[in-house]
């Protein structure tokens, strides 16, 4: 039971969850399409977060020419480059799926507004972009041992 556990922990990524529930976020997702391989921002409203541990995922939702498009993240993935925040929303639930119904205006999340928010969100973006540049910083270092 312990090797299981070390093992988790070496593939749960340092702040990984920066956000919550009814913040719209920004995902940077690698996609691997051959031979090459590109970042893809996925922009949505976090409608939910499940389980724990290192299958923690997180759904997140947005609109697409009118037609609503939801996409499950694992947290730890190793294919999510960062994940910021764009806008904190203020909710009171922690699942948010009374969205899926909802059309227009009544689709839409209060915001979170004032400094200690802004600043919130700053600190949150700044982790997630140390983060990055750290987890280059150690692949950088493997293929040099390599």
Same mark, same amino acid.
């Given at each position: 039971?312990?090797?299981i556990?070390?093992?988790?922990?070496?593939?749960k990524?340092?702040?990984a969850?920066?956000?919550?529930?009814?913040?719209?976020?920004? +995902?940077?997702?690698?996609?691997?399409e051959?031979?090459t391989?590109?970042?893809? +921002?996925?922009?949505?409203?976090?409608?939910?977060?499940?389980n724990?541990?290192?299958?923690?995922?997180?759904t997140v939702?947005?609109?697409?020419?009118?037609?609503g498009?939801?996409?499950?993240?694992?947290v730890?993935?190793?294919?999510?480059?960062?994940?910021?925040? /764009?806008r904190?929303? @203020?909710?009171?639930?922690?699942?948010l799926?009374?969205?899926?119904?909802?059309v227009? @205006?009544?689709?839409?999340?209060?915001?979170?507004?004032?400094?200690?928010v802004? /600043?919130?969100v700053?600190? /949150?973006?700044?982790?997630?972009? /140390?983060a990055?540049t750290?987890a280059a910083?150690?692949?950088?270092?493997?293929?040099a041992?390599k």
């Open positions: 039971m312990d090797l556990k070390t093992i988790e922990e070496k593939q990524k340092e702040a969850e920066n956000f919550n529930v009814g913040d719209t976020v920004r +995902v940077f997702f690698k996609i691997i051959g031979k391989e590109r970042v893809q +921002v996925y922009e949505g409203l976090v409608i939910c977060k499940k724990s541990g290192i299958g923690r995922t997180f939702r947005k609109n697409s020419y009118g037609v498009v939801e996409r499950v993240f694992p730890n993935s190793p294919r999510i480059v960062k994940v910021e925040i /764009a904190p929303g @203020k909710v009171r639930r922690s699942k799926y009374y969205i899926r119904d909802k227009g @205006k009544g689709a839409k999340i209060k915001e979170r507004v004032g400094a200690e802004t /600043a919130m700053n600190a /949150a973006n700044a982790a997630a972009n /140390a990055v750290g910083k150690k692949e950088a270092e493997k293929a041992e």
